[in-house]
């Protein structure tokens, strides 16, 4: 069974940084996508916005709106995915979840990824 498990959410002020973590087990696939999600207050129906995702051939990508703010590395010796994010900012408030799909490929939407983590709070106070 893959269990995604993040940590580190919380709040922070308006320019602050943060790094979230989430240990990945059970997961044995050669092929993998594994990055993060976030989910704004009051966004519609299922919509997550895709923070960024790294794969198995080394590749980073990231979403338009954190571009330039956020890094995602994966410590495969520890299991575990990282994003670190600075200057943030209050539209960065929202849950962010640790996802992962055994295929590569571009960010693509929420809905392509098969596991899911429990998700992390982050509030960003202006």
């Known amino acids: 069974e893959v269990r995604l498990v993040e940590s580190g959410g919380g709040s922070v002020q308006s320019g602050g940084s943060l790094r979230l973590s989430c240990v990945v087990s059970?997961?044995?696939?050669?092929?993998?996508?594994m990055g993060w999600f976030r989910r704004a207050p009051g966004a519609p129906g299922n919509e997550r916005e895709g923070v960024g995702v790294v794969d198995s051939d080394g590749l980073t990508t990231y979403g338009d709106s954190v571009k330039g703010r956020a890094t995602i590395s994966l410590d495969i010796t520890r299991n575990t995915l990282y994003l670190e994010m600075n200057s943030l900012r209050v539209e960065d408030t929202g849950m962010y979840y640790c996802?992962?799909?055994?295929?590569?490929?571009?960010?693509?939407?929420?809905?392509?990824?098969?596991?899911w983590g429990q998700g992390t709070q982050v509030t960003v106070s202006s």
């Open positions: 996802v992962a799909r055994p295929w590569i490929g571009p960010l693509g939407a929420w809905y392509e990824y098969n596991y």
């Open positions: 059970g997961y044995t696939a050669k092929s993998y996508s």
